[in-house]
């Protein structure tokens, strides 16, 4: 590619001629071996929380209590992403029913906040940081109901390792480092962000020991006290006290009424594999869309990283972005038809929007009658497994970090829209849409694979590139997860905006430049972008051998690890 080409396209293209690592076994993009183990997995984003699970699981403890005690290590460590002001969703497979069981740990709106406030402020959106957003973060009322369900450790024992490295202090690595330093430069004019997270008053940097002693002492009260220390106790007075304070509508009663709920997973089989997701108000089923689209192709004879594919991909994401925008909500205020947005006959229909040889500019949702974040993944030895997401959105969430606590509450509101018609608008007491998404795959009834990738509207996207990377393209599960990226972007959105120009198709490096122009021939606006193609991590069951296989993000600072 000459110069005047690359600057025209804005980009920086690598040769796709494999990794400077020159590894002789596996793809040329693989950058490591997936882990093997017997008797347990946990893969996270970060080491320190992938080394909990371990510790959790070797002293007796039982997925289900793995998870939660790296999740709240997670909270800790990755405060850019998620923590117990946040929500949570996850999908269980449970070893002794041999089922899996949904779980949507998801909050609600305030109770006293009404559309017509912000239009009497004269606001066309819920802005994104502040007092506002704020919806009840459902964490850790999820963690009790999976303990309750499922946990075999006291959960004294389960919160110990996140409480210590509170209190002790741990090293922050690489990747969480950089969005510190740059979350500390919007975030640090909000009251306690500075005293809990710019200890010296400066942003954090790589190797920076960092305590948290209001996070522990929040996470003591939580372990002694249960779910009710902080949904009716002390914690949720100051909560509430702090948000009316700077301006909100978050109450205690809000708090005190939460409750999560156990939701049956929805699946399709793509290729004699079920996939399984969360029906909304999260955006699960947009996978499922997409999947059941491109199962009417012969993804394996376009090829990996070919232009054909790439097109087939990005028009299918389009076309079931179409349907997210407009159908997805809380089920508890509409009518949604999920049954029919995942059905085999309804994807023949929406294929036939797709033109081959050209990139769409707009799409309307199908004509129906019915009305940052952090992934982890963890097994155990007597078969149970955990795919769980927690995020508090945009990072590091609303910039409100109640007094004393230790933690900052996510701003998930922003994913409301004021448009009155909508499935989506907000109304008291109502979950928004969600972005965070973990999946499951079993095939012939047992499971397969526990799976997720992190980062916003990418997460259904990433989803469905694992699953044709491994089904269609023959990757294995840390293969898949290592080869290049794409990312749509401009889609119409559950928040009113409307894809009128096509939106934009992101591409990593490792594309080739032939793929790049091909695409730019029938019509796709393609730009190089750094970062933004999600955090994935996996555990794989080989059944016949009796072994987990585990995979990490290498875009991340995660760890895959077993015993």
């Not at 606006?525 to 933004?532: A, D, I, L, M, S």
Request: contains cysteine.
């Amino acid at each position: 590619m000459n110069k005047f080409l690359s600057l025209l396209l804005g980009i920086t293209l690598l040769p796709l001629l494999g990794n400077a690592q020159d590894r002789i076994t596996g793809k040329g993009f693989a950058t490591r071996s997936a882990v093997i183990a017997q008797n347990g997995m946990a893969c996270t984003s970060q080491p320190l929380a992938t080394q909990v699970a371990l510790d959790i699981l070797k002293k007796g403890g039982n997925a289900i209590d793995a998870a939660i005690a790296a999740n709240a290590t997670l909270g800790l460590m990755e405060p850019t992403g998620n923590g117990i002001g946040g929500d949570l969703f996850a999908i269980i497979w449970d070893a002794k029913t041999q089922q899996l069981y949904g779980l949507n740990a998801s909050g609600r709106s305030p109770k006293e906040l009404t559309l017509s406030y912000f239009k009497e402020k004269g606001m066309d959106k819920i802005p994104a940081l502040g007092p506002l957003p704020v919806s009840v973060p459902g964490c850790v009322d999820g963690w009790f109901e999976m303990h309750n369900k499922f946990g075999k450790l006291k959960m004294k024992e389960v919160l110990s390792p996140a409480i210590n490295y509170a209190r002790e202090g741990f090293p922050v690595t690489e990747l969480i480092a950089f969005y510190l330093q740059g979350s500390s430069r919007y975030l640090n004019k909000y009251p306690n962000f500075k005293e809990t997270y710019m200890p010296n008053g400066k942003a954090l940097e790589e190797g920076d020991i960092f305590t948290n002693p209001d996070l522990a002492n929040t996470l003591e009260q939580i372990a002694k006290g249960g779910r009710d220390a902080f949904y009716k106790g002390d914690i949720a007075h100051t909560i509430a006290d702090f948000i009316k304070l700077q301006g909100g509508f978050l109450s205690y009663e809000d708090l005190a009424n939460h409750k999560s709920e156990w939701v049956t997973p929805v699946s399709v089989n793509y290729r004699g594999y079920d996939v399984w997701e969360l029906p909304p108000n999260g955006q699960g089923i947009a996978a499922l869309q997409m999947l059941n689209i491109l199962e009417q192709y012969d993804l394996k004879s376009m090829g990996f990283g070919s232009a054909e594919y790439i097109h087939t991909l990005t028009e299918a994401k389009k076309v079931a972005y179409e349907d997210r925008a407009k159908y997805y909500a809380d089920p508890a205020f509409n009518e949604l038809p999920v049954e029919k947005l995942i059905s085999k006959a309804y994807a023949t229909e929406r294929k036939s929007l797709i033109n081959p040889d050209r990139a769409s500019r707009r799409l309307e949702a199908g004509k129906l009658k019915d009305g940052d974040t952090i992934y982890m993944t963890v097994a155990d030895k007597e078969g149970n497994m955990v795919s769980l997401i927690q995020s508090n959105y945009r990072g590091m969430g609303s910039g409100m970090v109640p007094t004393g606590l230790g933690f900052m509450l996510q701003d998930r509101g922003e994913l409301f829209t004021f448009e009155e018609v909508h499935f989506n608008v907000y109304e008291p007491n109502k979950r928004p849409f969600h972005t965070i998404i973990p999946a499951f795959v079993t095939k012939n009834g047992k499971p397969f694979m526990s799976f997720g990738v992190m980062g916003g509207d990418m997460q259904p996207q990433g989803h469905v590139q694992i699953l044709v990377n491994m089904i269609d393209f023959g990757m294995g599960l840390q293969e898949a997860g290592d080869a290049p990226r794409i990312r749509h972007t401009g889609s119409s959105e559950p928040t009113g905006e409307v894809m009128v120009d096509g939106g934009e198709l992101h591409l990593e490096s490792g594309i080739g430049y032939d793929t790049i122009r091909a695409l730019m021939r029938k019509g796709h606006k393609v730009t190089f972008k750094v970062g933004g193609y999600g955090g994935y991590q996996a555990i794989m069951y080989d059944a016949e051998k009796g072994v987990y296989h585990g995979a990490s993000e290498s875009r991340k600072d995660g760890q895959a690890a077993g015993y």
